[in-house]
């Protein structure tokens, strides 16, 4: 089992940056690449960003150039920093690593 802690969520204005955290514990050998998911209100649930144990990283386009992944393997803790943050970036945010989930933390942008 792996437990998922995600952190850093809230609420910012248009144009603003957050930064995400998950935090892994448990059965912390077994993974490998972590991701951020999203899901808004009515919509399904997306990738966003994506990071494996060596660090190659993958992005949706909606994100790219706007959003960062990052990991530190010694603090088996992901990152998700969030920059020029739009609207439509308002979800919750959700942690991955598979198969397991974190709970989700809510961000939200405001004109």
């Known amino acids: 089992q792996v437990q998922l802690v995600e952190s850093g969520g809230g609420l910012v204005q248009a144009g603003g940056s957050l930064r995400l955290s998950c935090a892994a514990s448990g059965s912390i050998f077994s993974i490998n690449a972590m991701a951020w998911y999203r899901q808004a209100p009515g919509k399904q649930r997306e990738l966003v960003a994506a990071?494996?144990?060596?660090?190659?990283?993958n992005y949706a386009d909606s994100v790219k150039g706007r959003f960062t992944i990052s990991r530190d393997n010694a603090k088996n803790t992901v990152y998700l920093q969030m920059n020029s943050l739009k609207l439509e970036d308002t979800a919750v945010y959700y942690c991955r690593a598979a198969p397991f989930w974190g709970q989700g933390t809510l961000v939200t942008v405001s004109s």
């Open positions: 990071i494996t144990s060596g660090g190659r990283t």
